[in-house]
């Protein structure tokens, strides 16, 4: 029998931690990014994944056919709705399985915790384009012309994310943290805050891509139970041997530096997630497919080893 292939859309740490998890399940996998990048996990083809003449081109043979390409938050709305469109388009005409990587950014910020079913009501401009985006696919298998799936997931941290810029425990938190100095995080460090684990969220993009009837509507990852920043640095700085000092990123830093860098500016606007409770409820998707997220402090253990065997 023909081994499936697995076209995924954007190199980055999802992206890569999910084309791992298929080979090991026997399928075969090809990146398809603007810049054709060789890529250790798979083969790489280059082409724009906005034009959906090349996209379908670059994805020929695919039956899964994974949109984990991340855009920056200040070129968002010139690039994500193209891309929406020519993904939807080429799976259409691939006769391939379109599977999203989504966030929470569309569910109502009052109302916790939130489910599948929670109200959708943006509280931000990204929020209010991501429900567009989504109710675009959705509305693809309703009328028949193609087979689609999303999993979205709470900020997401792990093995492969630790230099990652976008990571709450990424970029902006290991280089100052292992250099013993003050670590700075967005909003209020002590908030209860649903933080996905980035195995977990690859291993459910890849068991929703697998499972037919699960496809045709949104599910929330697992994720780690509530915890807060804190927490979570606490615990890599008992699993390192380090201490570490918590701070909040005072909110006129972001408004002063936002004046200066469009990207900064756009974070601002999504600070509320830290700011107060922001939790999931995904009792969902373990109903569905019968497992749970990584335990918090096996995830943090498992993070650090990462970190210290790539250096």
Same mark, same amino acid.
Do not use: C
């Given at each position: 029998?023909?081994?499936?292939?697995?076209?995924?859309?954007?190199?980055?740490?999802?992206?890569?931690?999910?084309?791992?998890?298929?080979?090991?399940?026997?399928?075969?996998?090809?990146?398809?990014?603007?810049?054709?990048?060789?890529?250790? &996990?798979?083969?790489?083809?280059? +082409?724009?994944?906005?034009?959906?003449? +090349?996209?379908?081109?670059?994805? &020929?043979?695919?039956?899964?056919?994974?949109?984990?390409?991340?855009?920056?938050?200040?070129? %968002?709305? $010139? &690039?994500?709705?193209?891309?929406?469109?020519?993904?939807?388009?080429?799976?259409?005409?691939?006769?391939?399985?379109?599977?999203?990587?989504?966030?929470? @950014?569309?569910?109502?910020?009052?109302?916790?915790?939130?489910?599948?079913?929670?109200?959708?009501?943006?509280?931000?401009?990204?929020?209010?384009?991501?429900?567009?985006?989504?109710?675009? %696919?959705?509305?693809?298998?309703?009328?028949?012309?193609?087979?689609?799936?999303?999993?979205? $997931?709470?900020? @997401?941290?792990? =093995? #492969?994310?630790?230099?990652?810029?976008?990571?709450? *425990?990424?970029?902006?938190?290991? =280089?100052? *943290?292992?250099?013993?100095?003050?670590?700075? *995080?967005? #909003?209020?460090?002590?908030?209860?805050?649903?933080?996905?684990?980035?195995?977990?969220?690859?291993?459910?993009?890849?068991?929703?891509?697998?499972?037919? #009837?699960?496809?045709?509507?949104?599910?929330?990852?697992?994720?780690?139970?509530?915890?807060?920043?804190?927490?979570?640095?606490?615990? *890599?700085?008992?699993?390192?041997?380090? !201490?570490? !000092?918590?701070?909040?990123?005072? =909110?006129?830093?972001? !408004?002063?530096?936002?004046?200066?860098?469009?990207?900064?500016?756009?974070?601002?606007?999504?600070? @509320?997630?830290?700011?107060?409770?922001?939790?999931?409820?995904?009792?969902?998707?373990?109903?569905?497919?019968?497992? !749970?997220?990584?335990?918090?402090?096996?995830?943090?253990? &498992?993070? %650090?080893?990462?970190?210290? $065997?790539?250096?």
């Amino acid at each position: 029998m023909e081994t499936k292939l697995v076209v995924i859309l954007g190199a980055g740490p999802v992206g890569q931690t999910a084309a791992r998890m298929y080979k090991e399940r026997g399928l075969a996998v090809r990146f398809v990014t603007r810049s054709g990048k060789p890529m250790p &996990e798979a083969e790489t083809v280059a +082409a724009d994944i906005a034009d959906a003449d +090349a996209l379908t081109s670059a994805a &020929e043979g695919a039956s899964i056919l994974l949109h984990a390409a991340g855009v920056p938050y200040h070129r %968002w709305f $010139a &690039e994500f709705p193209l891309m929406q469109s020519a993904v939807l388009s080429a799976a259409e005409r691939l006769g391939a399985v379109a599977v999203f990587a989504e966030n929470l @950014y569309s569910y109502a910020a009052d109302t916790m915790p939130m489910t599948e079913t929670s109200e959708e009501k943006p509280a931000t401009k990204k929020g209010a384009l991501r429900l567009k985006l989504s109710q675009q %696919w959705l509305a693809a298998p309703a009328s028949g012309r193609v087979r689609a799936v999303s999993v979205r $997931a709470s900020d @997401y941290w792990g =093995p #492969g994310a630790t230099d990652s810029p976008n990571s709450h *425990f990424g970029a902006r938190f290991f =280089p100052g *943290f292992e250099a013993g100095k003050p670590v700075a *995080f967005l #909003g209020n460090p002590d908030a209860l805050h649903s933080f996905a684990y980035l195995p977990d969220f690859a291993r459910a993009l890849v068991d929703a891509s697998l499972d037919e #009837g699960s496809w045709g509507r949104p599910w929330i990852a697992p994720a780690m139970g509530p915890t807060t920043s804190r927490r979570v640095a606490e615990l *890599f700085a008992a699993e390192a041997g380090l !201490k570490v !000092k918590v701070q909040a990123l005072p =909110p006129f830093l972001l !408004k002063v530096l936002g004046l200066f860098h469009p990207l900064v500016r756009e974070v601002s606007e999504m600070l @509320y997630q830290f700011e107060k409770e922001f939790v999931v409820d995904t009792s969902a998707w373990t109903a569905r497919f019968g497992w !749970k997220a990584t335990p918090l402090d096996v995830a943090v253990r &498992e993070t %650090w080893e990462h970190r210290v $065997a790539a250096r």
